[in-house]
């Protein structure tokens, strides 16, 4: 994505036309789950400046994604260069921000009742660091673009998470919500290494190393989740917050009435 100062060579015609669909299929899935939850009357927009700054940034990532596969798809690798920059830039604001929104549904007691509190505290940054990381690789590879899109795309699909939180049933699904639409997510390089096999014959490299992360991701989550330093660290964050009184491993009981999220 962030192709910034050298020339990308053009892959091969399949290779485009897998990411490029696979961009698409990215982000309408991203959309179809945020659309869903809206027409459920399951979200509102009715929410605090941080949480439309978060939905903004992060619908804008989405935007741009789907861009550069369509500008290196269309040959356009001057525009693709220059939007880069931005590409960049845009990882920082989206870090904080997750970051931000995750704190603050913790500490207010509010995290989704199938999630365990102090797992959705380590998973929902875990995700985005793992996520920046694979972007900022896929950046340093970009003169090699088999590697460079590999990256990006492991990298879109740790951000699905999300997305397959709303399309998928994660109430009957519980306790295992979140490694059910983590689950979800890894189909994308998963589609990846099928799609090389058929196509190359063999499997990039590339995908060994981001589906790597994507496991070190689940794996580093759940062992935080289940140790002494993530209850000392839920202690932390929750310290003097309604939060606090949420015991850190309990499922919160269903909510009465219907779920409306996005109000606080």
Known sequence: MASIAQDIPLASSGDDRFFVRGAVIIALTIVAGFSVQYLMGRSTFYAPPLVHAHAIVFMGWVAIYLTQNLLIGSGRLDIHRKLGWIAVGWLGP???????????????????????????????????????????????????????????????????????????????????AWEAAFAAGLLFPMAGIVADLRRRGNVHPAWRY???????????????????????????????????AVAP??????????????RS
């Open 210 to 244: 981001g589906v790597g992360a994507m496991l070190a991701c689940l794996v580093l989550t759940e062992a935080i989740t289940y140790s002494p330093v993530g209850t000392a660290l839920y202690r932390v964050v929750t310290n003097d917050s309604a939060g606090a």
């Open 249 to 262: 491993l309990d499922f919160a009981p269903p909510p009465v009435g219907p779920l409306v999220t996005g």
């Open 94 to 176: 989206m870090v904080l921000l997750g970051c931000l929104v995750t704190l603050n549904m913790v500490r207010g007691g509010r995290v989704p009742f199938f999630f365990r509190p102090l797992q959705f505290l380590v998973f929902d940054p875990m995700t985005l660091f793992f996520f920046a990381g694979l972007t900022l690789a896929a950046v340093a590879m970009r003169r090699q673009t088999d590697w460079h899109r590999r990256l990006h795309f492991c990298g879109m699909s740790l951000l699905l998470g999300p997305a397959f939180g709303r399309l998928l049933p994660l109430p009957l699904l519980q306790p295992w």
